[in-house]
DNA sequence: ATGTCACCTGGTAGGTGA
């Protein structure tokens, strides 16, 4: 079983990309960020001919998820039960017996603004929620786009970084906080090059430079940790011609 | 290098968000 996540930024841009790469690797699913779709819009009827099942839940201009799979999802639920939100940021669904969220973590622009008070709101919601959902699925995946960089080991500037969006304290302490009720990072279960990124900004040649953080990420449940044989990242992507600023990330369960 | 990209409005440029 393979799965995998990708913030496409903007589907409509990047949905040749994302054939391509589904033909290359053989997931069994794959959660998308930033489709940046209206649900009007999304491409169902050309993933459907690749052989791709999908749900989505989209808005106009920004957000928007999706969760694309060989075999249908079931009990799909869009975004987070209780947490009253008009972003487009989550997306779950059961895939046999695993339950898979998919989810678009806010940006949060800048420790201090209205947009960080909400990423940090949105991070304690999604825990309780999946606090809660645990209970009745042992076998659950998150992944997404988290921005986060959960250790320093996870930003290609530490020093330059430290306090800035993506790296604060507050940001680490929500995403401690989903370790607390048992998700593992599963990117670490494994030995990893060092300087293994998942997002290098367009701009300054921070790719070319190597210049980026590990914010996307595959988290596990405990059940499922014994069952992880690989979790990796795939650059290759970012070297197409007009790339996302993402890479996507592969999680393989056996 | 505040160096790009995507999307929107309302156009052939400027603002927003990432």
């Given at each position: 079983?393979k ?20 033909a ?40 928007g ?36 969220v ?9 420790p ?7 990423k ?6 999604l825990?309780?929620?999946?606090a ?18 959960p ?17 604060t ?28 990124w ?6 300054n ?24 044989s ?25």
């Amino acid at each position: 079983m393979k799965l995998a996540t990708w913030n496409v930024n903007s589907l409509a841009v990047r949905l040749p990309q994302l054939l391509e790469w589904l033909a290359a690797h053989p997931v069994d699913a794959i959660a998308l960020q930033e489709t940046k779709l209206t649900d009007d819009k999304f491409p169902h009827a050309e993933l459907l001919a690749a052989g791709w099942q999908a749900q989505w839940h989209g808005q106009r201009t920004y957000n928007g998820v999706a969760l694309l799979s060989r075999m249908p999802a079931t009990a799909v639920v869009k975004n987070i039960p209780g947490f009253d939100d008009e972003q487009a940021r989550v997306i779950s669904g059961t895939l046999g017996d695993l339950r898979v969220v998919g989810a678009y973590f806010p940006n949060g622009q800048a420790p201090g603004t209205d947009k960080f008070a909400y990423k940090m709101r949105w991070m304690e919601a999604l825990r309780d929620w999946l606090a809660h959902e645990l209970s009745e699925h042992p076998r659950l995946v998150l992944m997404g786009d988290f921005n986060v960089a959960p250790e320093d080991r996870d930003v290609y500037d530490p020093v330059a970084w430290a306090g800035q969006i993506h790296c604060t304290d507050e940001e680490r302490a929500h995403f401690r906080a989903l370790q607390d009720i048992g998700l593992v990072d599963a990117f670490r279960l494994f030995e990893q090059p060092p300087k293994s990124w998942t997002w290098w900004d367009y701009r300054n040649l921070a790719f070319r430079k190597n210049q980026g953080l590990r914010i996307d990420h595959i988290l596990v449940s405990p059940a499922l940790r014994q069952k992880v044989s690989a979790c990796e990242i795939d650059k290759a992507p970012r070297r197409n011609e007009r790339p996302s600023d993402h890479a996507p990330v592969e999680l393989t369960l056996r």
